[in-house]
């Protein structure tokens, strides 16, 4: 492999990692955004999606990487996993918000946030004690096919989860920036109390943040499982708290900056591997996220935060 | 008056008629004084499996020796403590200095096997040591924790408490190197670990002996096992046309390192120690990207040994799994420990955590790997190292350890 090919790799493996931090990255964005919330239980229902994904695909009778689909099965089947684990966590994300955040909403300080690390929690244990803490083989129905570029390889499965995670996210910003409901969040992130006096429902605006946020969060899941054929109950914790450090460095609040925030942490983290070493990853990206705190607390992208305070 | 020792063939003979008549020996004195056994193993998390076949292990000992009330006037009664904690996800060396300080803080606790990991080893070991409780680990192999120059550190009270029925990583790291340059001539090595005191002390012995056998160490990183994404190091190993891969570490990032290797180096020589011969190699890896690992054990294979069938099908009729190797090694430690009271009794002296001490210290036990007994500081005098490689068996279940891990031989002494 000559210097640039292996640059390149690390590239494609890099934007691998920076799509699923994006997606996950998105939750946290949409909720700071409208409820200025850091939401814990995010973590974990990026999680709970790869689970999902994983049952669903099971339910079509795949197992570990021994089935192999193409043509209108693979995307029939790959398709249906995603709309169901979307869908399931999307609802999972509003029930959290429904039965044990809303009733907070107006109990100042960190209440709600705490609340939403329990919640983690249960999510967490509810996965160790009902499926085992041994890594699941993850069925995975892609065919291994391969394209060399410039001495680098790129695999099918890279491709589409670039392209899938590329057209949710262009489908979210669109939503956010013309329909009605995304013009109520854009009030709403502005100003919430100005925003319920012009008569935008905030507990929908509310709601539909956190439906997409999960739903979100759920195809990050299953493309987790995608990529690395193996999902855990403990694979929220690291990705999550790296895609948050991502939303931070976007610009926590800003749709386009999570985007790109998730992207650029996807890049360190294999450049970083490649030129210093594995083990300084971690200790490279938090630190990062030290240093946008203290210098630039508003991110790349500035704001969306709401002024109220 | 001296008893003769129970042989290993007597074992072999109870265990095969307890199986095929029913038969019970009725225990001398049931309803006796009671000895607790401490047994600490990481039950929850990414070792669960691992660690229950060592459990039962040990169990099966001290259930027997309870049947034929080997030790006349006491019940043995086994203390299970978790050495995994949620948040870790495997082994928690907190949690162990706390089941470590349960143990010695109940008077009834006599003795102890356990427990299964190097990094719980070193947690446990001072405070068992101020305790003065012997514990007898049947798979923990990091050289540090028998090592007389970190005595201050590991048995602060002086004698040795950290007995083992395995060997350690000071000749399983060496020795699997030894595999590496004479069996599969490897030109050159990358080697990872998993930041863990085993994993790194593993990698560390294992590149020691690579260097003296003329394998060139193209670098040595360290993978975080919460993490997800390997495939930055093993992009990096590709662009060095190594030749080989040394794992030291535990399955919890050895089953995303295998699964990951798999579609970037497919080809190359991939091995590590006893922490990836495990059952998650088959579960969680699964077939092909487990094809073709090497793994190593720190112990001789008597699995697969004709004399020990009986108490293979024994095991497996008792808890519905297959024994492996270290299932064996923590059923030897519970004979050692069970010969140690039978002495103590059999000289009239008063069970005392001391006199434990002192007569494991002094064991010459068969047991199925043969006649254990310990050096000064507490290693097994034996120093066998066995290797075996991962080939896909289709005649058998595809997650049967026994057939899927196939024996190669022991490893190169130096």
């Known amino acids: 492999m000559t210097p640039s090919a292996l640059f390149l790799q690390q590239v494609i493996n890099g934007l691998s990692l920076g799509a699923m931090y994006s997606l996950l990255a998105l939750g946290f964005t949409l909720v700071y955004g409208i409820l200025e919330l850091i939401n814990f239980s995010h973590f974990n229902v990026f999680m709970v999606g790869s689970f999902i994904a994983m049952w669903v695909l099971q339910f079509f009778g795949l197992s570990g990487q021994q089935v192999i689909l193409t043509g209108w099965p693979l995307l029939g089947v790959l398709g249906a996993a995603l709309l169901i684990t979307m869908l399931a966590t999307g609802l999972l994300g509003v029930g959290i918000e429904r039965f044990s955040l809303r009733p907070l909403r107006n109990v100042p300080g960190p209440v709600a946030m705490i609340t939403t690390i329990g919640i983690s929690y249960i999510l967490f244990n509810v996965i160790l004690l009902t499926v085992g803490a041994e890594t699941k083989n993850f069925p995975n129905p892609l065919p291994m096919v391969k394209w060399h570029v410039g001495g680098a390889v790129v695999e099918l499965r890279e491709v589409l989860i670039w392209a899938i995670s590329l057209v949710l996210m262009l489908l979210l910003q669109f939503f956010v920036q013309r329909s009605r409901l995304g013009k109520a969040m854009r009030a709403t992130a502005q100003d919430p109390e100005a925003a319920r006096m012009m008569g935008v429902e905030v507990d929908r605006v509310v709601i539909t943040a956190f439906f997409l946020g999960s739903a979100l969060a759920g195809a990050g899941g299953m493309f987790f499982g995608l990529y690395y054929n193996f999902t855990s109950f403990l694979i929220g914790y690291t990705a999550g708290l790296r895609a948050f450090t991502a939303a931070v460095l976007g610009g926590i609040g800003s749709v386009p900056g999570a985007m790109v925030g998730g992207v650029m942490i996807g890049l360190i983290e294999s450049l970083s591997g490649q030129y210093i070493a594995v083990r300084w990853s971690d200790v490279i990206i938090f630190s990062i996220l030290v240093l946008i705190l203290v210098f630039r607390p508003a991110g790349l992208f500035g704001r969306l935060a709401p002024t109220k305070s | ?414």
């Open chain 2, 1 to 414: 008056m001296r008893i003769s020792r129970r042989s290993a063939n007597q074992i072999i003979l109870a265990s095969a008629a307890a199986m095929a008549g029913g038969l019970r020996i009725e225990a001398a004195a049931a309803a006796g004084k009671v000895i607790e056994i401490g047994i600490a193993l990481p039950l929850t998390g990414a070792d669960a499996d691992s660690a229950h076949r060592i459990l039962n292990g040990a169990l099966l000992a001290i259930k027997q020796a309870n049947d034929s009330g080997e030790v006349k006037g006491y019940t043995l009664k086994p203390l299970i403590l978790d050495n995994a904690t949620p948040t870790a996800g495997q082994y928690d060396p907190a949690q162990a200095a706390t089941n470590a300080r349960k143990m010695v803080s109940n008077p009834a606790v006599m003795a102890a096997v356990g427990p299964e990991m190097s990094g719980s080893g070193k947690a446990m070991a001072p405070i068992l040591s101020e305790g003065d409780l012997a514990t007898i680990t049947p798979s923990s192999t990091s050289p540090d924790l028998t090592n007389p120059q970190f005595a201050a550190q590991f048995r602060p009270a002086g004698k040795a408490i950290y007995f083992r029925t395995v060997t350690t990583d000071a000749f399983q790291g060496p020795n699997m190197a030894n595999f590496y340059a004479e069996t599969l001539k490897a030109k050159s090595v990358y080697v990872l670990d998993d930041s863990g005191a085993y994993g790194v002390g593993l990698a560390n012995a294992f590149i020691g002996q690579a260097k003296k056998k003329g394998i060139h160490v193209l670098g040595h990183d360290r993978l975080d096992p919460k993490a997800a994404d390997y495939t930055t190091a093993l992009t990096k190993i590709k662009a060095l046309n190594a030749d080989s891969i040394y794992y030291g570490g535990v399955m919890q990032a050895g089953a995303k390192l295998a699964k990951q290797a798999y579609d970037i180096v497919p080809k190359m020589i991939k091995g590590g120690g006893d922490g990836i011969y495990a059952p998650e190699m088959l579960t969680a890896v699964g077939f092909p990207a487990a094809e073709g690992w090497y793994a190593t054990i720190a112990s001789p294979h008597v699995t697969d040994n004709p004399k020990v069938q009986a108490w293979v099908k024994l095991y497996a009729a008792t808890y519905h799994t297959q024994p492996d190797d270290y299932a064996i090694t923590a059923y030897d430690a519970g004979l050692v420990i069970v010969d140690a009271l039978r002495r103590i009794v059999a000289a009239g002296k008063p069970i005392t955590r001391a006199l434990v001490r002192d007569y494991i210290q002094s064991s010459k036990t068969p047991t199925l790997q043969g006649v254990v007994s310990f050096d000064a500081n507490g290693d097994i005098t034996n120093r066998v190292v066995s290797v075996f490689q991962v080939v896909k068996n289709p005649k058998y279940p595809l997650n049967d350890m026994l057939k899927q891990f196939k024996y190669v031989g022991v490893a190169p002494q130096t």
